[in-house]
């Protein structure tokens, strides 16, 4: 049998348009390429994203902001020291990006200036540090990308 121009050329697509299709089919079903979304309720935070601006503005209005240092026992999270530790309030929350399974929120309860995030919830890698946190009725906000 002898295949012309025009069945080479259909027989082309035909196997063109199978090799495309098995990689969608692959893609969907094959959960090692899922992945997810930043955040579940995207829509929500964007509208919140002014409200996100206004307290970075005033943090960056302190004398001096949070800081962090790396510890064998986790991350401890320094507040202000000329703020009174037990005024503050709020929650600490870590996203990794890599992964949702491993975000955590942390309320914040200060006896003194620091905040310790224990080792066993932190894996090697990268996060996302996210502050909010009030003092005396104003809202403040610190973002920080860190490795541990």
Same mark, same amino acid.
């Given at each position: ?8 050329? /259909? ?13 969608? +089919? =692959?893609?969907? @079903? &094959?959960? !090692?390429?899922?992945?997810?979304? /930043? ?13 996100? +601006? =206004?307290?970075? @503005? &005033?943090? !960056? ?88």
């Amino acid at each position: 049998m002898k295949i012309n121009w025009g069945t080479g050329i /259909v027989l082309a697509f035909i196997g063109f348009i199978c090799f495309i299709m098995y990689f969608v +089919i =692959n893609m969907n @079903t &094959n959960k !090692k390429y899922d992945h997810d979304l /930043v955040t579940e309720d995207y829509y929500k935070q964007e509208l919140e994203f002014q409200n996100d +601006i =206004n307290k970075e @503005t &005033n943090a !960056k209005t302190l004398e001096e902001n949070i800081t962090w240092k790396k510890t064998d026992k986790g991350i401890i999270i320094i507040f202000p020291e000329t703020l009174k530790a037990q005024n503050i309030t709020g929650n600490v929350f870590l996203y990794r990006p890599s992964s949702k399974q491993f975000d955590f929120e942390t309320p914040i309860s200060l006896s003194n200036h620091n905040l310790l995030i224990p080792d066993n919830r932190l894996l090697d890698g990268r996060w996302n540090i996210k502050v909010d946190w009030q003092y005396n009725g104003k809202s403040y906000l610190y973002k920080k990308q860190i490795v541990y």
